[in-house]
């Protein structure tokens, strides 16, 4: 009995993954070698081919989700002023309390699978996946409890009670929404995290395609009205859940990862929550902060001006912001897979290579938003007023989203290394402590306007960037290299123990 408790711990002590300090040492070696020559210039072109690869695919989904969205939007415009207003409430409420939440526990995996991928621990990817797919089920039951109540909860801030009633309709007809939207979340770093990109590229585009139709026939065919495009995004995104679980379940890319459902997954769920929870409050409390600023611009002199260009550049900058946040998903894959696999100057390369990227196309995105800032204006009013002051906003829009850019990528390294927590923390002091109380100061009390609130957001990120700069730089990245061992270790060992 004793010998075969013996072998039994022995078999523990020597997983897939090599735990043997020894083996790693050896590696961490010859990677300090190999820096001490200096990174050589093939391995920087391979970097970078890697990472565009990954971002491309991953830029497109993100832009073919976000269309869903607005071309529920722009039919429920045909039906009137006020189905328009109550559906755009409807659908900032959504993402304020319902959308930033799932995404943000689902980049809890980036962590999980990203390193568990590069460790070679293929089955602990399906593992972790169904054991975020059940916690953010249950999540969104008391979710589905506060969108089931939207009209009342806007009336009782203060909102039209009109608009709060379309609103309130259309959000009880977007319930099944929240929950497909957290499996797809799960589904997406699942398979992200595994460098399989083209088939979440694929699935999106032709859901998008389709919910072109589907909207059509759900709100003029089915006289639905506004109801009827809620219900379209349901569809549509419950597709898309369909579509990509089929080619997980029947994919060869996916053999290894996933081996069917297992009780495992019910397992080692406070050690999920404790990474989703930060990695959450990380996302929403960036998220929430601009929504803060489109509620701070309507109590400005001429409301009706400053909320509509305010709009017009929020608008603006979250279709920009597509671009570096498809870089941040690459450079999180690629520092949790290299960290996973215990290498840690290649992970360090990866972060200073997707840096650099993103510099570039924050200073290109920066030079043609500044070369349109005349005539951009125009896409969304004919008022002179309007068209004015967008041109004057639009170069401090520009500064913005090459400082978002940088936070960006560099939130994305932090997903991948595991700083959830500290991520958190930064953002609540970045927005909420600097650039909230900021644009307030610069809108209300230097009278600045609009611009003001801007501001006060460009301050939020230099602060935001200036900190996890400085954690990046002086990051341990053999260290982190041993946690990422580590990590995927004890997921290991604990399910082992437990089976």
Excluded at 25 to 32: F, S
Excluded at 298 to 316: F, H
Aim: proline share 3%; hydrophobic share 50%; aromatic share 8%.
């Amino acid at each position: 009995m004793e010998r075969e408790h013996q072998n039994q711990s022995s078999s523990l002590q020597s997983p897939l993954i090599q735990h043997s300090h020894s083996g790693q040492d050896a590696l961490v070696v010859n990677e300090k070698q190999s820096s001490s020559r200096g990174t050589e210039r093939s391995e920087v072109v391979e970097e970078v081919k890697k990472q565009l690869w990954l971002a491309g695919p991953l830029i497109s989904v993100t832009l073919l989700n976000y269309c869903l969205t607005v071309i529920s939007v722009m039919f429920v415009g045909h039906l009137g002023e006020l189905s328009l207003s109550g559906a755009s409430m409807a659908t900032s409420f959504a993402s304020v309390t319902g959308f930033s939440l799932m995404m943000g526990m689902a980049s809890a995996l980036d962590t999980f699978c990203g390193q568990a991928y590069g460790a070679k621990q293929y089955r602990m990817l399906g593992i972790h996946m169904q054991r975020a797919m059940l916690i953010l089920m249950i999540v969104c039951i008391p979710l589905a409890i506060i969108w089931a109540n939207t009209g009342s909860i806007l009336i009782f801030l203060g909102q039209d009670h009109e608009i709060a009633a379309v609103a309130g309709s259309y959000a009880r007809f977007m319930l099944p929404t929240l929950f497909a939207y957290g499996l797809l979340q799960c589904l997406n770093r699942f398979l992200q995290t595994q460098n399989i990109v083209f088939p979440m590229m694929c699935s999106s585009g032709i859901t998008t395609l389709l919910h072109v139709l589907i909207c059509w026939l759900m709100v003029f065919k089915s006289e639905l009205g506004h109801k009827g495009a809620a219900l379209a995004n349901s569809v549509s995104l419950w597709l898309n859940v369909i579509i990509l679980s089929l080619y997980v379940k029947f994919s060869p890319s996916c053999a290894k990862s996933w081996t069917g459902f297992s009780k495992e997954s019910l397992h080692n769920i406070p050690i999920f929550v404790r990474l989703a929870i930060p990695s959450a409050v990380m996302v929403c409390l960036e998220m929430w902060s601009f929504e803060l600023m489109v509620l701070l611009s309507g109590l400005l002199p001429n409301p009706k001006l400053e909320t509509s260009v305010l709009s017009i550049c929020l608008n603006t900058a979250g279709a920009v912001w597509m671009v570096p946040f498809g870089l941040s998903g690459a450079g999180s894959i690629r520092v949790s897979n290299e960290l996973g696999a215990g290498h840690p100057w290649t992970a360090r390369l990866a972060v200073r290579v997707v840096v650099v990227i993103a510099i570039i196309e924050g200073i290109l995105v920066g030079m043609v938003m500044i070369l349109v800032r005349n005539i951009w204006g125009y896409a969304y009013s004919n008022e002179e007023e309007v068209v004015k002051y967008v041109a004057i906003m639009f170069p401090i829009l520009a500064a913005s989203n090459f400082l978002d850019g940088l936070q960006c990528v560099l939130s994305g390294t932090a997903r991948g290394c595991g700083w959830q927590k500290i991520g958190a923390f930064v953002n609540l002091g970045s927005y909420y402590l600097v650039g909230i109380p900021l644009a307030v100061v610069f809108a209300f009390v230097l009278h600045i306007g609009g611009k003001g609130l801007w501001l006060g957001i460009i301050c939020a990120l230099i602060v935001q960037v200036c900190s996890l700069m400085i954690i990046t730089i002086r990051t341990d990245w053999e260290q982190e290299a041993k946690k990422a061992t580590d990590r995927v270790y004890n997921s290991v060992t604990s399910e082992s123990l437990i089976s």
